[in-house]
């Protein structure tokens, strides 16, 4: 009998020992202080006036959490920038969530454009070949506008942090970088690559939606997400020149030089990065909102002359 109280006992004691370790002493000792690039959905959008606020709680409500995640870890290369305790202080109920049978929507904001996110929502496989996501069509248009006003705030006030930083050896591109990314001809002159190169995937715009980007699983970068405001130079041409691992984005440092891709990264710095286009009614699916496109001059650009050459 004595035994058996006292194994009894011992249980008792572990199981509660191990609560309070990692239950309760983190629920007292773990304050986090709020992140700038906490997600930002209180403030009311700027373009429609659809809630993203109540966005949220209708994707709480229609359990969204139970197949999509909100949290990128350092070996999510595909979901962007990691995230950190402190995004999540405001956020009740969280929505981590434990299961991926969807993709992770933490930097989703942006990622596709608003229509595409209603078209998706109402039939996924319209969009998607073979998805299994389920249709949400019987969503009103309020819950569907503000449902995907929510969706384009994830990620939005996330900073760029180099959890994929340019190798050391683009310190030396760019100690040799004879154009001048930050001169509009330079600009200009990339512009005419990219309307050769990457439109067909990019769009014309820089939304991701060029007419190739419909078969592709992994869709084109959209540039003018806010995400993009803080890449640096070096990091535009590293991302360029190496293409982008398990995406159909090519090595660009296979067939354009290294002055080209300059001129690229002198283009892609000046489309518009704030873009934040909302439809709020079903039938407006198929407007095409217009991107301000920059008005670049005209000029040749001259190459510096002096310095390392590439060839
Ligand atoms: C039964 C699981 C399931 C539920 C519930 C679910 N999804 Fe999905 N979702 C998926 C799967 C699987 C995919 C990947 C295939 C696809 O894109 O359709 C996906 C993809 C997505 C994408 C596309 C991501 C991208 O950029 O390609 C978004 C956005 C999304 N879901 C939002 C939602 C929202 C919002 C809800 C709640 C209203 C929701 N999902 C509910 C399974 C689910
Ligand atoms: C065959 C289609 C295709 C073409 C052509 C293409 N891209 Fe891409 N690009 C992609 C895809 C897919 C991604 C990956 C997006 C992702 O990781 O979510 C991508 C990503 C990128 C990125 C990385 C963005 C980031 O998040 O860091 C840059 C920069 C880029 N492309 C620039 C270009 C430039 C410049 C050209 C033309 C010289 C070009 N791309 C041509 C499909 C393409």
Not at 15 to 28: D, N, W
Not at 72 to 83: C, I, M, N, S
Not at 150 to 164: A, D
Request: charged letters at 25%; glycine letters at 8%; a negative charge.
């Amino acid at each position: 009998m004595n035994g058996y109280r006292l194994g009894a006992t011992g249980i008792i004691i572990t199981f509660f020992t191990i609560i309070t370790a990692t239950v309760l002493l983190p629920m007292v000792l773990f304050n986090p202080t709020k992140t700038v690039q906490a997600n930002n959905y209180t403030e009311p959008s700027l373009v429609t006036d659809a809630d993203p606020d109540r966005g949220r709680k209708i994707y709480v409500r229609e359990g969204c959490v139970y197949c999509h995640t909100q949290f990128t870890r350092l070996q999510d290369r595909g979901y962007g920038p990691l995230v950190h305790a402190g995004d999540y202080v405001d956020e009740t109920p969280h929505q981590l969530g434990t299961a991926r049978t969807g993709p992770d929507l933490t930097n989703e904001g942006g990622r596709m454009s608003s229509e595409w996110q209603k078209a998706h929502l109402v039939e996924p496989r319209a969009v998607k070949p073979g998805s299994i996501m389920p249709s949400f069509s019987y969503l009103s248009h309020n819950d569907m506008a503000d449902l995907v006003a929510y969706l384009q705030t994830l990620g939005n006030s996330r900073k760029v942090e180099h959890y994929v930083e340019a190798p050391e050896e683009y310190k030396s591109f760019l100690a040799r970088k004879k154009v001048d990314t930050e001169s509009d001809a330079a600009a200009n002159a990339g512009r005419g690559i990219y309307t050769q190169n990457c439109a067909v995937c990019h769009g014309l715009e820089g939304l991701g939606n060029g007419p190739n980007s419909i078969s592709l699983e992994k869709k084109p970068a959209n540039f003018t997400r806010a995400f993009y405001k803080q890449y640096p130079d070096d990091f535009w041409f590293y991302r360029v020149r190496e293409g982008v691992a398990g995406t159909r984005m090519p090595k660009w440092g296979e067939t354009l030089s290294e002055e080209q891709m300059w001129y690229l990264v002198a283009y892609l710095r000046t489309l518009p990065k704030d873009q934040e286009e909302v439809v709020s009614r079903i039938d407006q699916l198929n407007k095409i909102t217009p991107v301000e496109l920059p008005r670049l001059s005209n000029q040749v650009y001259e190459p510096k002359t002096g310095g390392a050459g590439e060839e």
